[in-house]
């Protein structure tokens, strides 16, 4: 037991020290990471939104913008989006917009993103030119809430010295073919214009699909290769991984699986504007349990699956049980 002591004690002591030295660097490193990808959000929905804005500030359809800006900002990130004059004028803005945040410098030829402090949290402010051909129309402001990156790092030093003793990360290597279909295509341009209902119709390419079904295997095929047991724990994050928890339950029917959709969960009427809606919907039925933010978005969910696909729904316990995988449908 001493000579045992006499090994465990020096390493714990030298893990609890690379992780005291560590936490400053992945700190400053998450919150570079996560800023850029609140910056690439944000370019993605001016994209989205750019011609519908151009065209309804010309038209000079005010109501229908508000209503726009308003759809936009159910995002949980998304805090504001506003419009500002050639003249520095706010011209439209969502309700949720800050007392406080006027119109910021003009953008020019390129779009500025802006981390500012706030009493209740960082904000990262974004400008981008409106143009309409040669005519300026001002410039599209959409502000994100940064909160989450500073309690994700408040977090960070209490977690670190148990990760590094308690957890190995398989880092899943994409191409850059695979980043742009299956990312940036049909996660970004498709499934979240669509599931924020923000009145620009989705884009879905054939060839964004191959790569979405394709990205979500090769994460399914690094889950079971490091799974140490046929009935595994195994968390699913968000949008991007709607295939997987099939894909992982077809080949551990044992697993426990819990995803967690980070965004609204549109009526059927919109969803049913996704070419692959069923394969979308019977990949995420291989889940366990599957989260949403608010009983609106399940309920919705419930409804596009009643809708699209032959399942047995218990609206009372909010449960849909397909013969896909469940072994009481497979024995009825």
């Not at 009145?199 to 990205?215: M, N």
């Not at 729904?313 to 449908?329: F, H, K, L, M």
């Amino acid at each position: 037991m001493r000579m045992a002591l006499r090994f465990i004690v020096p390493l714990l002591l030298v893990l609890g020290g690379i992780a005291w030295a560590a936490t400053p660097v992945l700190g400053e490193l998450i919150e570079r990471w996560f800023r850029a990808d609140v910056e690439q959000r944000s370019q993605l929905v001016f994209d989205s939104i750019n011609d519908t804005v151009a065209r309804l500030v010309k038209d000079a359809a005010g109501p229908r913008l508000s209503i726009l800006f308003q759809g936009i900002t159910r995002d949980e990130r998304l805090l504001a989006v506003g419009l500002c004059t050639p003249d520095g004028h706010l011209s439209h803005r969502s309700t949720t917009w800050p007392k406080t945040l006027g119109c910021p410098p003009r953008a020019g030829g390129t779009p500025t993103f802006t981390v500012t402090p706030r009493s209740d949290g960082a904000v990262l402010t974004a400008v981008f030119a409106l143009r309409d051909g040669e005519v300026d129309l001002g410039d599209l402001i959409i502000v994100h809430d940064l909160s989450f990156i500073e309690r994700r790092g408040a977090k960070l030093e209490r977690y670190l010295a148990v990760f590094i003793a308690a957890y190995t990360l398989r880092r899943v290597w994409l191409s850059d073919a695979e980043q742009d279909g299956y990312y940036y295509g049909l996660a970004n341009e498709g499934l979240w214009p669509l599931c924020h209902i923000v009145f620009v119709r989705p884009t879905f390419r054939a060839s964004d699909w191959d790569q979405y079904v394709a990205v979500n295997r090769k994460f399914a095929d690094a889950v079971v290769a490091e799974a140490q047991s046929p009935n595994p724990l195994v968390l699913v994050q968000d949008y991007h991984f709607a295939l997987l928890p099939q894909m992982v339950r077809e080949r551990l029917p044992g697993a426990t699986i819990i995803t967690f959709w980070h965004l609204p969960w549109p009526n059927p009427e919109v969803f049913g504007i996704c070419p692959w809606r069923e394969e979308i919907l019977q990949g995420l039925l291989g889940s366990t349990i599957l989260g949403f933010h608010t009983q609106f978005h399940c309920l919705n969910f419930l409804d596009s699956v009643d809708r699209f696909l032959e399942c047995h729904i218990d609206r009372e316990q909010s449960t849909a049980r397909t013969c896909a995988w469940s072994p009481a449908c497979m024995t009825a």
